[in-house]
């Protein structure tokens, strides 16, 4: 992934303005924008305003210009937070966002009291944080449990490296070591890092939440892999419920932006 060096800031505060006609790439009813902007794109950094549903609460995308070098700069986002009764907040996006991602998208909970946010680089990796609208300060990992719970379902250390030579993808010559193999088995509060978008809110305190390991070789029989979680946003982040792929799409498919493709069967290796 790429690393970002490290910035020296110069704020440019401009007027709000219609912005660039970014489109989701998870969350059908969400808002898109984009995280950062290079010198010869920024036309697609434009600042906007996105209310909640109780129309009094809203989010604004802001942009400033930060320096890379003593002689080129960037566009990057950062988010002003808009509640009934307080002052509004300026809020830094995920470290991990403005170091992995650029293209973002954010959707309010039903009773406007939070929204989550996705950040992502195409389809290939993705994660998502949720901001509590009276306490914006620090985003919420509400994935870590689900997280876990892919590791259960899609063992890593089994998967099977099927090729040319070896169609079962199971012998001496094929396997390889899949990322988050040893350290999944020697620590059961070990996080692998997998997708994770959120797709709606189930209701005003959960959200459907698109569980994936990455499509890269890497991972060899269980690339791809999805599983759905309905996550509890406070207090405790636990699962609420697990569903498999075929359901995922049978219910969710209306919430996402694009076709859902059910996986082909994991592959394993005893």
């Avoid at 036309?43 to 802001?62: I, W």
């Avoid at 009773?111 to 609208?133: C, K, P, Q």
């Avoid at 509890?232 to 076709?259: G, N, Y």
Wanted: hydrophobic content about 35%.
């Amino acid at each position: 992934m790429r690393r970002s060096p490290i910035f020296a800031v110069v704020l440019l505060f401009t007027a709000m303005q219609p912005a660039f006609a970014a489109k989701p790439l998870w969350a059908r009813k969400a808002t898109a924008f984009r995280g950062v902007c290079f010198t010869d794109k920024t036309e697609e950094c434009k600042p906007l305003r996105v209310p909640a549903p109780d129309g009094t609460s809203s989010v604004e995308v802001r942009y400033r210009k930060e320096y890379v070098s003593a002689w080129d700069w960037v566009l990057q986002s950062h988010l002003r937070v808009t509640t009934p009764g307080a002052s509004a907040r300026e809020v830094a996006l995920p470290e991990e966002f403005s170091v992995n991602y650029d293209t973002f998208e954010l959707l309010w909970s039903p009773d406007s009291h939070s929204f989550f946010i996705n950040g992502s680089n195409t389809r290939e990796w993705a994660s998502m944080y949720v901001y509590l609208a009276d306490d914006p300060s620090e985003p919420r990992n509400i994935t870590d449990e689900a997280q876990r719970d892919m590791l259960k379902d899609f063992p890593p250390c089994k998967a099977a490296f099927p090729n040319a030579d070896d169609a079962g993808g199971c012998k001496k010559f094929s396997r390889r070591q899949v990322p988050n193999c040893e350290n999944g088995e020697a620590d059961p509060k070990y996080n692998p890092g997998y997708n994770m978008v959120g797709i709606d809110w189930v209701n005003a305190s959960t959200i459907l939440v698109m569980a994936e390991v990455p499509c890269d070789s890497l991972f060899g029989g269980i690339m791809c892999q999805v599983m759905g979680y309905e996550l509890e946003v406070v207090p405790t982040s636990r699962i609420l419920k697990r569903i498999d792929a075929k359901e995922l799409k049978l219910k969710w498919q209306k919430s996402m932006e694009w076709k859902f493709r059910i996986p082909d069967p994991p592959q394993y290796c005893e």
